[in-house]
């Protein structure tokens, strides 16, 4: 079946424009979650979703980046009046949600340059 | 704090060789446990993952994890590499409750010598 997709697979913005990320996680997977890759600092964790309700989004970095869920899909990242040091891979992923030894499975990313 | 750590930045094997690839993390309780591998321009795909009961996991390619809960480790091996094993390796963990939220060892980068 489809895997977890993203698009844009690039951007190519100007420092201070807004940008969109998207995120079309695997269908019938409850949780989501965003990530950050980033040369230096490893992968980080943004921000989660169960249904359409973000219960975690302790790892966005600051006021400019906010997230939404509709539909208990798909998701939408954006990043406001944006820096050079938001360059990275943003990175998405989904599993079930439920309890057990489950998965997450992640989508190819998008690569943000920020110039 | 919790955090995961992976001591070497940076390995070289040669094609046949055996391969440890340590990880050690701090966290309140047992976390869950992951490795996943970055090829270059591929995604990330998990390898093994341990949640509990055998502390000697098996995972895809070859790969194979033991758990050891005195030294909070679960270092990754593989008896003999592979060319194609050439990538970066994420140790992770995540909680066990509903927020699965995953932490990032920095990785290893892994490079096969022919």
């Known amino acids: 079946g489809a895997g977890v997709s993203q698009s844009p697979s690039n951007k190519v913005t100007e420092k201070g424009k807004d940008v969109e990320l998207r995120c079309d996680p695997i269908?019938?997977?409850?949780?989501l979650y965003w990530y950050r890759q980033s040369l230096g600092q490893g992968l980080e964790f943004l921000i989660y979703f169960q249904g359409n309700s973000a219960p975690d989004k302790s790892g966005l970095p600051s006021d400019r980046f906010s997230a939404e869920r509709t539909g208990g899909s798909v998701s939408t990242l954006t990043i406001q009046r944006t820096q050079q040091e938001d360059s990275a891979v943003y990175l998405c992923?989904?599993?079930?949600?439920?309890?057990?030894?489950?998965?997450?499975?992640f989508g190819p990313g998008t690569r943000l340059l920020v110039l | 704090a919790q955090s995961v750590t992976q001591p070497d930045i940076h390995i070289t094997v040669s094609e046949g060789a055996s391969l440890e690839l340590r990880c050690n993390y701090s966290y309140g309780a047992t976390p869950y446990l992951f490795w996943y591998v970055q090829s270059p321009g591929q995604g990330l795909q998990l390898l093994l993952k341990y949640f509990s009961g055998d502390t000697l996991v098996q995972g895809i390619k070859g790969f194979e994890a033991e758990f050891k809960r005195s030294q909070s480790s679960f270092n990754l091996r593989k008896p003999s590499v592979h060319w194609s094993d050439a990538a970066e390796y994420f140790c992770?963990?995540?909680?066990?409750?509903?927020?699965?939220?995953?932490?990032w060892g920095l990785g290893t980068s892994l490079a096969v010598n022919p």
């Open positions: 992923a989904s599993s079930l949600g439920g309890q057990g030894a489950e998965t997450q499975y």
């Open positions: 269908s019938g997977h409850t949780a």
């Open positions: 992770v963990i995540s909680g066990t409750g509903n927020n699965r939220k995953l932490i």
